[in-house]
């Protein structure tokens, strides 16, 4: 019989899809470079968040900041919760989870679906601010038996990246790889994957994707409707070392290649994929114009499109910020009826 113990059991080993068509290569850049998606969406919670998520609910149980019977409290906007709330239910832990009120309702409701309780906080405060979700969630983990992974702050979360993500990619593409593109939140992914792949081989360039307005790429955290990455301040997570480039990218170009992604590679990914791979076709772009067959580009993809049907699939909700849908036929090749 081949069956697994526990949901916890198939985190990680994600696969490597290829991208074709969305690239919008000339025709004779066809073959190269390629351009690999790493599909997150597949790990059980539905998120790349699954794997920082055991890595730190293990190391605290090792320890001992966490308890049998505790309670797990972490500001996140959805899917570190999805990820803690699936392994601290099977390992018998309560969760309390504290996100800032632009965090979709079809997010919130699945973090609830697993026995979690929610917290919604206003996204218009400084960090500082009583009411922001950070301080919100520092009270709530001063209780009795509460322990606050704190994603933000947590090795943990890079080591996850370092010791399972990482080592993926450098084998599913045999060493192949030249560039690795990804978008930071925490700055955990592109952090432990970065340092891991730049170890195996120092030329890998490493690329970071971020919304216009985050610290990221320059900015001073001004508001922005991509969910899950760009922050107003440093992560103690994020290396500053690591990133060889970021390539800033707008709500209207991540929006429209998120449904790109959908309507042409059958890929139901959220708005922060469609931010990475818009970087990724980038950089592609560019190496095809260099005339670098060789170049293997990795992005990582890191959730579903489920959780932004109402937002981001959503005609309506686009044309009220006054985004594109990108389902026009604008980016079809001239002649092509
Ligand atoms: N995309 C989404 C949807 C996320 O939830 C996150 C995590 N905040 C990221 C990207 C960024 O990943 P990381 O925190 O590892 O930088």
Redesign the pocket.
Known sequence: MQYVNSVLDLIGNTPLVRLGRTLDLPDAAADAPLVLAKVEYLNPGG???DRIATRMIEAAEASGELQPGGTIVEPT????GVGLAMVAQQKGYKCIFVCPDKVSVDKRNVLKAYGAEVVVCPTAVAPEHPDSYYNVSDRLASQPGAWKPN?YANPH?PRS?YETTGPEIWAQTEGRITHFVC????????SGVGRYLKEQNPDVQVIGADPAGSVYSGGTGRPYLV???GEDFWPDTYDRTVADRVIEVSDADSFAFTRRLAREEALLV?G?CGMAAWAARQVAQELAAEGRTDAVVVVLL??SGRGYLTKIFNDEWLAQYGFATGDQEDHRTVGEV
Do not use: L, R, Y
Request: hydrophobic share 15%; glycine share 28%; proline share 4%.
């Open positions: 998120s790349v968040k906007s959805g899917n570190t994603q979360n990246h978008g930071m939140g925490t700055g955990g992914t592109i969910e899950g990455v959220g922060s890191p959730d």
